[in-house]
């Protein structure tokens, strides 16, 4: 029977160059930050109201903290809302009302499922058992599709680290048995490597879009329109744009590397083989994994009914209103939670599926960030400055439309994520992306999602996001190769982003 292990822990690895790089920024938004929040708190801005002007200056400082990440990006997030009850831009409960938002349970729910899935090994089951299909058979390009499209799939329910994370070691295994199967084929193997190791990273940024849950961006997006704009989009009605989104880009992620890494290599791979024998080590699925599932699956079915109901014609009806009122999607996360405390491993020993030293490893980092970027977003709307910042910026746009607006701030987030964190880029790109819009007298909808979106196309860097740092450490993925096929992908995403969200973006609220 498989057993309960530890959850396999990111190990992010960054060239000699790049830590002197980390070290220079932070000490630049140490000493850049203090004087930006000096210079705006005391210069005169008429046309501001005090709270305004004040929040101005502590925008500026924190803006500048989370890019330059000199401080730990969730202290950032908090630092923000105390600076603004201390200087008297809004009373204590409503700069940290947000903290307490409802999506906020819905992270906290879905980050206690995702480790349970660790705890408990599922994860890892279910990538050796897509990789142990026969039809996957000696075939690069298949084999390189399926580890991308497991990666992803995971990916839209847990993070983009912990997806890679996991799947990393099971790529680094596909690639030695190769070498030691096919020692005369090095060259093509290591392009084959690169290849893979690339799309572990890429998959899981990619599928993190699919869902509500599967990145943080996602859900600082929803909540952002729902608090500024009054906009509320559902679990199900998200899927809607993230979930062709996913398909879409990763399918031209899987062609452009058989395309540039594989056509022509003359390589065959026996992964069924070696996925099989893993399997055979994992044993039966155990209780554990089976209360997992459980949990899972009727916490997705309660997220996914309301769309169901409303695309059967049943959404207006007394159970549909009921069940929206009763089960809203944060309540959802937690019921599925709580079941994992509930249901036992080992009824005599009163073990059950998961432990609150277990639960409590989830990232509450993130949740910070969430909380201290949605209260600055809601002050920047309360007090006026959103207002007048985007009429500031409306004067550089030459052209306004949803669709220029779209694409402006689709790109603004995916150049912004390449250097900061993605979390902290949705934080300052969609509340400005929602500010322009309104100044322009247009729905905020399409550039907000636009920018959401582009907030976690982070491909070009091992800096951008931890699951590039992940396969770089791997030694396969050279710098210059992961900027030249990040900026190709990069691209790729921008289109499909704006097409996307042009195309179905109105069909989400």
């Given at each position: 029977?498989?057993?309960?292990?530890?959850?396999?822990?990111?190990?992010?690895?960054?060239?000699?160059?790049?830590?002197?790089?980390n070290?220079r920024?932070?000490?630049?938004?140490?000493?850049?930050?203090?004087?930006?929040?000096?210079f705006?708190?005391f210069?005169p801005?008429?046309?501001?109201?005090p709270?305004?002007?004040?929040?101005?200056?502590?925008?500026a400082?924190?803006?500048t903290?989370?890019?330059?990440e000199?401080?730990?990006?969730?202290?950032?997030?908090?630092?923000?809302?105390?600076?603004?009850?201390?200087?008297?831009?809004?009373?204590v409960?409503?700069a940290?009302?947000?903290?307490?938002?409802?999506i906020?349970f819905?992270?906290?729910?879905?980050?206690?499922?995702?480790?349970?899935?660790f705890?408990?090994?599922?994860?890892?089951?279910?990538a050796f058992t897509?990789?142990s299909?026969?039809w996957?058979g000696?075939?690069?390009t298949?084999?390189?599709?399926?580890?991308?499209?497991v990666t992803?799939?995971?990916?839209m329910?847990?993070?983009?680290t912990?997806?890679?994370?996991m799947?990393?070691?099971?790529?680094m295994?596909?690639?030695?048995?190769?070498?030691?199967?096919?020692p005369?084929a090095?060259?093509?193997?290591d392009?084959?490597?690169?290849?893979?190791?690339?799309?572990?990273?890429?998959?899981?940024?990619i599928?993190?879009?699919g869902?509500p849950?599967?990145?943080?961006?996602n859900?600082?997006?929803?909540?952002?329109?729902?608090r500024?704009?009054g906009?509320?989009?559902?679990?199900?009605?998200?899927?809607?744009v993230?979930?062709?989104?996913?398909?879409?880009?990763?399918?031209s992620?899987?062609?452009?590397?058989?395309f540039?890494?594989?056509?022509?290599?003359?390589?065959?791979?026996?992964?069924a083989?070696?996925?099989?024998?893993e399997?055979?080590k994992?044993g039966?699925?155990?209780?554990g994994?089976?209360?997992?599932?459980v949990?899972?699956?009727l916490t997705?079915a309660?997220?996914?009914?309301?769309?169901?109901?409303?695309?059967?014609?049943?959404?207006?009806?007394?159970?549909?209103?009921?069940f929206?009122?009763?089960v809203?999607?944060?309540v959802?996360?937690?019921?599925?939670?709580l079941?994992?405390?509930?249901?036992?491993?080992?009824?005599?020993?009163?073990?059950?599926?998961?432990?609150?030293?277990e639960?409590?490893?989830?990232?509450?980092?993130i949740?910070?960030?969430?909380?201290?970027?949605?209260?600055?977003?809601?002050?920047?709307?309360?007090?006026?400055?959103?207002?007048t910042v985007g009429r500031?910026?409306?004067?550089?746009?030459p052209?306004?439309?949803p669709?220029?607006?779209t694409?402006?701030?689709?790109?603004?987030?995916?150049?912004?994520?390449?250097?900061?964190?993605?979390?902290?880029?949705a934080?300052?790109?969609?509340?400005?992306?929602?500010a322009?819009?309104?100044?322009?007298?247009m729905?905020?909808?399409?550039p907000?999602l636009?920018a959401?979106?582009?907030?976690?196309?982070?491909?070009?860097?091992p800096?951008?996001t931890?699951?590039?740092?992940?396969?770089?450490?791997?030694?396969?993925?050279?710098?210059?190769?992961?900027?030249r096929h990040?900026?190709?992908i990069?691209?790729?995403a921008?289109?499909?982003?704006?097409?996307?969200?042009?195309?179905?973006?109105?069909l989400?609220?």
């Amino acid at each position: 029977m498989a057993r309960p292990q530890e959850p396999i822990q990111p190990v992010e690895s960054h060239s000699a160059a790049e830590e002197r790089f980390n070290r220079r920024r932070g000490t630049v938004g140490l000493v850049a930050g203090p004087i930006l929040f000096a210079f705006l708190l005391f210069w005169p801005t008429p046309s501001l109201t005090p709270e305004a002007h004040q929040l101005s200056a502590i925008m500026a400082l924190v803006v500048t903290l989370w890019i330059t990440e000199a401080l730990p990006i969730p202290i950032t997030a908090l630092l923000g809302p105390a600076l603004a009850v201390l200087l008297r831009v809004a009373p204590v409960r409503e700069a940290f009302a947000p903290f307490a938002d409802p999506i906020i349970f819905l992270f906290i729910g879905s980050f206690m499922l995702a480790e349970a899935m660790f705890v408990h090994g599922l994860d890892r089951r279910i990538a050796f058992t897509a990789l142990s299909f026969r039809w996957v058979g000696r075939s690069p390009t298949r084999v390189l599709a399926v580890y991308g499209g497991v990666t992803a799939s995971l990916s839209m329910w847990i993070s983009n680290t912990a997806t890679t994370a996991m799947m990393f070691p099971i790529g680094m295994s596909i690639i030695a048995h190769l070498r030691e199967s096919q020692p005369s084929a090095g060259r093509d193997i290591d392009r084959f490597a690169m290849a893979m190791m690339l799309l572990a990273a890429f998959a899981a940024s990619i599928g993190g879009i699919g869902t509500p849950v599967g990145t943080p961006p996602n859900l600082i997006g929803m909540g952002v329109l729902e608090r500024t704009a009054g906009i509320k989009i559902s679990f199900f009605n998200w899927m809607i744009v993230g979930v062709p989104l996913v398909i879409l880009m990763f399918a031209s992620a899987v062609a452009y590397f058989h395309f540039m890494a594989i056509r022509g290599r003359h390589l065959h791979t026996d992964s069924a083989d070696l996925a099989l024998d893993e399997l055979k080590k994992l044993g039966r699925l155990s209780r554990g994994q089976w209360n997992v599932l459980v949990a899972f699956a009727l916490t997705v079915a309660l997220w996914l009914t309301p769309g169901v109901l409303a695309i059967t014609g049943l959404g207006d009806t007394p159970f549909a209103k009921a069940f929206n009122a009763a089960v809203p999607e944060a309540v959802a996360a937690v019921a599925g939670a709580l079941l994992l405390f509930m249901l036992p491993v080992d009824w005599s020993q009163r073990r059950f599926t998961i432990t609150w030293n277990e639960a409590s490893r989830i990232e509450w980092g993130i949740i910070l960030l969430f909380g201290g970027g949605l209260s600055l977003g809601g002050l920047a709307f309360s007090t006026g400055l959103a207002e007048t910042v985007g009429r500031g910026l409306l004067d550089w746009v030459p052209v306004r439309s949803p669709l220029t607006f779209t694409m402006l701030f689709t790109a603004l987030g995916i150049v912004l994520t390449e250097v900061s964190s993605n979390t902290a880029a949705a934080n300052m790109v969609v509340p400005i992306a929602i500010a322009v819009s309104h100044a322009a007298g247009m729905s905020p909808l399409e550039p907000a999602l636009g920018a959401t979106l582009g907030c976690s196309m982070a491909f070009m860097l091992p800096i951008s996001t931890p699951p590039n740092a992940i396969v770089y450490s791997s030694g396969y993925v050279p710098i210059t190769a992961m900027m030249r096929h990040g900026v190709v992908i990069d691209v790729i995403a921008f289109v499909l982003i704006v097409v996307v969200v042009t195309l179905l973006g109105g069909l989400v609220a």
